[in-house]
């Protein structure tokens, strides 16, 4: 029975062998950078709309 969990590490399990591991530092920038993208682009739209009221 194949097993695979996601997260910050992950567990491969295949014929009773475990083998875990960490993601590439460049995938974790890649996953960091998507909710940062989100959070300023939220950010300047509210900043934007608030300038346009007053």
């Not at 590439?24 to 950078?33: D, I």
Request: no cysteine; proline share 6%.
């Amino acid at each position: 029975m194949n097993q695979v969990q996601a997260g910050l590490s992950f567990s491969i399990q295949t014929n009773g062998v475990t083998t875990v591991g960490m993601p590439e530092p460049g995938s974790l920038a890649l996953l960091a950078a998507g909710p940062l993208g989100l959070g300023f682009t939220v950010s300047r739209r509210r900043r934007e709309a608030l300038e346009r009221r007053g």
